[in-house]
Structure formats: C-alpha cells, structure tokens
C-alpha cells in the first residue's frame, strides 16, 4: 500500500500520469493501477477522470495530505533504524553507582556537543538493577563494574572497555600490621555499597572462604560519602583503584592487603541490541568511558600498609622527592 501511496503523491506532484510513471521507473500503465489499486482500498475514487488530463477530487485532496504526512514518518523510521543517519533522539544510559562521580560530565558534554539532536537520560542504579532495566527495553545501554571474568547474561551482550582493581582502604589513622590476615579483620567494622553489588558480593565471598564475616556498618550507594566515611574513620572500604587515587587526598587513606586478596574489576558497556541510528552516539560515549578510565589518575597520597607502611608518592618517598632521579611518569 506504500508504494500505492507513493503513486498517488507522485502522480500528484507531477501533474500526469506520465511524469509519475518516469520519476517511479514504472509504465504509466503500472502507475495506473497502482491509483486504482489505492481506490480500491479506500473505497473511494481520488481521480476525476472526466476531465483530461485527471485531476485529484476534493476527497483525493484530502487523501493527499495524509499521504504525505505518512510518507514522511515511513522515513523518519527508516532513519531511525538506519546506523548511517544522524543520531536523533533520546538516549538512555544507564551508570552503575561506582562509575557514577564527577568525571562523568565530560563525556556526557562530549556527546551531545558532537550529536546536538540526541537527548540524553541518565540513571544510576546498582549493576544488576540496571541489566534488568536493558532486558525490559528501559534502558539502551549502560556503563557498569563487573568482577574481572564476569559478564552479562544472554541475551545482553557486554563489552569490556577498560580494567582496574579494587582496594581495601581504611583511614590513615587505621592501626594494622603490615602483613595482614583476614581474621585481624573479622572485627572491624565495614562501609560497603547495598547488597545487590558484585563486587561486595566477591569481598564477602572471599571472607567467608576464609572463614570469617564481615560486620558492615553502612550500606551506601554513593562512593564519595563511603569515602568520606572512611576517612573519618567509621570503617574499612572497598573501592576502585583509580577512584581512591583521584579522590582520597594526601594521606588520608591505608590500602590494606589480606593474603590472597586480588580483585580485580572491569569497566564494560552492556548492550541488548542495535540502536540504529542511534549507534554512532553510543559508541561516542562507550569511547569516552574508556578513554576516561585510560586517563592517568590524580596524585593522591596513600599509605599502603600491605606493603611495609610506606606511603606512595608522598614527600618522603624517593620517587616524591623534588629533583630525584626517579620521578613517576
């Protein structure tokens, strides 16, 4: 029936059958029948034939606006599903509460500079809170931490862009041997995020492998109040590398390193499907988080008590020291 409408529209704007028929490639004889054919459906005749050339009735007048109108949003869909048309519309991304910081805004910013016709929606949710939103048709994409190995399930697909690990981290006031067990730990209070969290899931996990528990003391969702938390002393924290060295301050913080701890993490994208024309715009923001997560972190002091005590690139280090030789990059 479109391409019935399109004759009719065609036929239209050329004023003759002929013209219609050279601008569709057909024979008018086809352009013909495709008219009729649109009559047929509608039950009604759009063509005054009793006058030559024909012309349209006033119902056909009627009939051709609407056509239009139709065609014109038989298009616009075809945009949409189309990866090479430029993105429009709204785009919802989900962030997991651990990427979900200040840093996020120069992506955000990046993207919609770059597609002006793209309107974002961002929510920030636990991860797996936000792969039931992808499996629902709520969201379109979402940037989350998964334990190392970890991946969505089918039929969500995940992309892993970049790697880090997670710390244990308690304030620098902390008092903690430097070889660390995880019973010297079973006492000590915990400042976690809600559960629901892998990673939170992975730390417990490996405790009670090792035959202890832990006593959490606060279910925050939100990494900068956990820190702050932390380095006021109110728990130990587990908390990505790159955010405890961009955010902690000079010395504020112990690393601590039960034997055997090694959790590692990934930033991934998590998908449901093509997005059409919308694709190139989700990649702009999949190619900001990653360059965002590559970026060198900030020079933030941290004692690392599994390590001796010695406090990383703090002024009494040899590598901290104005003038020496060994300068970090």
């Known amino acids: 029936m479109l391409e019935d409408i399109h004759a009719l529209v065609q036929f239209a704007e050329t004023g003759s059958v002929v ?14 029948r495709q008219v009729q054919r649109l009559e047929a459906a509608l039950g009604t005749a759009l063509l005054d034939r009793s006058v030559k050339p024909s012309r349209l009735t006033p119902l056909g007048v009627r009939v051709l606006e609407h056509s239009r109108e139709l065609l014109r949003r038989v298009a616009e869909l075809k945009a949409i599903a189309a990866p090479d048309s ?16 200040g840093a996020l805004v120069d992506p955000v910013r990046a993207l919609t500079q770059r597609f002006p016709k793209v309107r974002l929606r961002l929510v920030s949710e636990l991860t797996g809170d936000l792969f039931t939103k992808l499996q629902s048709g709520e969201l379109d994409m979402a940037a989350v931490l998964l334990p190392e190995g970890r991946r969505a399930l089918a039929p969500l697909t995940t992309e892993v862009v970049a790697t880090d690990r997670m ?25 976690l995020n809600p559960p629901g969290c892998l990673l939170r899931a992975a730390l417990l996990g490996a405790m009670a ?14 990494m900068h109040l956990q820190l702050a938390f932390v380095q006021a002393g109110y728990g130990l924290g587990l908390l990505p590398e790159r955010f405890v060295r961009n955010y902690s301050g000079e010395a504020t913080l112990s690393v601590i390193k039960p034997a055997g701890f090694n959790l590692k993490m990934t930033i991934a994208i998590a998908r449901s499907g093509p997005l059409g024309s919308l694709e190139a715009a989700a990649n702009c923001f999949r190619d900001a988080i990653s360059e ?16 001796g005590g010695k406090t990383k690139n703090s002024p009494h280090s040899s590598q901290g020291r104005p003038g020496s030789r060994n300068r970090p990059p």
């Open 292 to 307: 965002l997560s590559r970026q060198p972190s900030g020079a933030a002091l941290i004692r690392d008590r599994g390590r």
């Open 167 to 191: 710390l244990i981290v308690a304030s620098s006031s902390h008092r903690q041997k430097s070889k660390v067990a995880w019973r010297d730990l079973s006492s000590t209070p915990w400042v």
């Open 209 to 222: 492998t090792a035959g202890v528990s832990a006593t959490v003391a606060a279910e925050i969702h939100n």
């Open 86 to 101: 430029e993105p429009a519309g709204l785009l919802r991304i989900g962030v997991s509460h651990a990427l979900a910081d």
């Open 19 to 32: 013209r219609a028929a050279e601008r569709l490639h057909r024979t008018p004889s086809a352009v013909t």
